[in-house]
């Protein structure tokens, strides 16, 4: 029997907070063999991401008690002194992280982050490690490598500073790959060309990848074997195609059921206009030389016409980059942008933002990420009542702790819970809070930007279903921006396909996903909807900026 690279044994780990300790992994076990992927799937809050950095032990000072055994090549990791641990980070043991903007030095360029890690292994010479970086680069399919030695993270792509991460954590050939949510925050298409790099190089190496994901149709795609984690827990493993085919726990087939399900409500041909918008168009100029003087623009949107109903969702997708939300902000008025753009009937384009302030009530948006998005100083009820407090300064504190309370009431959340503070909540309860803040004023139009992209599955379903809700009651007319292709047609009534700021395709959302007219709409729905999905370069616009 071939013994296993990494063997987990009974690993528990707790962390001390307030006087008590917290269990995140309570007693699991596994094992990884060399040229194998194995998935650790599950929610939000279930120990895999801690278990992952336990094995590197970069789980942080805070853990307070740790017990079991780490076997990496029948040594414990456990017991390894720190200065042999520096030896197994980043040359046998490396990891990517979810987002690679946080895990990238903002302030060094790419040459010198990778080369640096090819340093701390013993390269030696600028001109040998430049050579290496330049064909890590390559091996990840960062285009022109060598341009891109002086860039900056903020130049690149998301889908391209993760390949950045993907090169710094190969650079040593590591015989452990640890993927905490590498794809999470990627589009489609670009999540279907990491996923085959990932496994390409896995087979050209043939090292051992350790997958962390919510995403069971990732764990499909990726993964000969998974392990389904609840509360710190492993509550089921086995082969892939074993646990998916006949999945034995009820949590594991809760969350394979988890997909976003149901359709958008009939849209009424005769309800009101709400929001209108012809030819919109934002140009970005590009500046150079001494005088900075204009040499072209960028289109982020470019001549982008539509029209929402009460009552009607209409979804806009496309990859990173198509003009997406700057075409979502343009509607709001937060940023400049030239055509006609009406709200029920009177036009609000030319509106100062004086002017624009009384309309503010009527017209919110949901913003993608519910960490940032909510101030960490604020309480849940300071921050859903602050419209109020802008929009009624006459309402008493009593009149708004009650419409606070009925507005956390609407969105799931319980009331007695309006005086904590949002890092008490949870991601989806977070993004509850979001739309509380947004609903508190009664709009009639919500601008949603990626309100789901960083929610586990179950979670998503849940926010799905609470928004078509909250359409359904009070009319709401939304539009939805995402890169989520299953989410998009759970909510969505038309949709608008964006390409490099233009449309490329538009229509009711029934026609178009079940006979997509363009090749770039079809190799979306390929990247979204089949579990073998190839990457779709054809269409990709992972090599910009």
């Known amino acids: 029997m071939i013994e296993p690279l990494l063997d987990v044994r009974n690993l528990s780990i707790g962390f001390r907070q307030g006087g008590r300790t917290t269990q995140a992994v309570d007693g699991i076990s596994f094992s990884l063999q060399a040229g194998r992927t194995l998935a650790l799937v599950g929610e939000s809050g279930s120990g895999k991401s801690v278990t992952a950095l336990s094995i590197a032990r970069l789980h942080g000072a805070s853990a307070a008690e740790i017990s079991g055994e780490i076997l990496f090549e029948g040594k414990d ?3 390894a002194s720190e200065s042999e641990m520096r030896a197994v980070r980043g040359q046998d043991i490396t990891m990517v992280f979810q987002e690679p903007m946080t895990s990238l030095n903002p302030l060094h360029t790419i040459e010198r982050q990778v080369g640096e890690i090819l340093e701390l292994h013993g390269a030696r010479g600028s001109a040998k490690i430049r050579e290496r970086v330049v064909a890590l680069l ?12 002086t860039a900056f993270p903020h130049q690149l792509s998301g889908g391209q500073r993760q390949r950045v991460m993907i090169a710094m954590a190969l650079a040593n050939r590591p015989k452990l790959f640890i993927a905490d949510e590498p794809t999470t925050a990627l589009d489609v298409t670009v999540q279907a060309q990491i996923l085959a790099l990932l496994k390409d190089l896995q087979g050209r190496l043939g090292m051992a990848m350790l997958f962390i994901t919510h995403d069971l149709g990732i764990v499909r795609r990726i993964a000969d074997d998974v392990a389904v984690m609840q509360q710190g827990r492993i509550v089921e493993a086995g082969p892939v195609e074993q646990v998916f085919r006949d999945p034995q726990h009820a949590y594991t087939r809760m969350l394979l059921a988890a997909e976003p399900k149901g359709a958008p409500p009939p849209v009424d041909l005769a309800a009101k206009t709400v929001v209108s918008a012809d030819d919109i168009k934002v140009w970005f100029p590009i500046k150079r030389g001494f005088l900075r003087n204009t040499v072209g623009y960028v289109k982020a949107v470019d001549g982008i016409s539509l029209t929402i109903r009460e009552g009607e969702t209409v979804g806009v997708v496309g990859e990173s980059g198509s003009g997406k939300t700057t075409l979502g902000l343009a509607i709001l008025r937060l940023i400049r942008s030239e055509g006609r753009i009406a709200y029920l009937g009177s036009r609000i384009d030319g509106l100062d933002r004086q002017a624009m302030r009384p309309l503010r009530r009527d017209i919110q948006v949901v913003f993608q990420d519910p960490y940032g998005s909510l101030s960490p100083r604020l309480s849940v009820a300071e921050i859903v009542e602050e419209g109020l407090l802008i ?9 708004r702790r009650d419409i606070v309370a009925q507005a956390l009431a609407d969105t799931g959340l319980d009331p007695a ?12 309860q977070r993004q509850r809070i979001a739309i509380a803040r947004a609903m508190v004023l ?34 709401l007319a939304y539009l939805f921006i995402s890169h989520d292709l299953k989410v998009v047609r759970a909510l969505a009534a038309e949709i608008i396909v964006m390409r490099q700021g233009r449309i490329v395709e538009a229509g009711p959302a029934v026609n178009i996903f079940r006979d997509p007219q363009t090749d770039y709409t079809k190799a979306l729905f390929a990247a979204a909807f089949r579990v073998d999905a190839a990457p779709v370069g054809v269409v990709s616009q992972d090599s910009g900026g």
């Open 391 to 399: 929009q009624n300064s006459a309402l008493s504190y009593a009149a």
């Open 138 to 149: 390559q091996d990840v399919g960062i285009p022109d490598p060598a341009s891109r030695l």
């Open 442 to 475: 009664n709009p009639k139009f919500v601008v949603l930007d990626e309100p789901t992209s960083a929610l586990d599955m179950s979670v998503q379903a849940q926010i799905v279903d609470l928004l078509r809700d909250l359409q359904r009651k009070r009319g």
């Open 77 to 79: 990791l456990r017991t």
């Open 417 to 428: 819970s309006m005086d904590r503070y949002p890092h008490e909540f949870s991601g989806g």
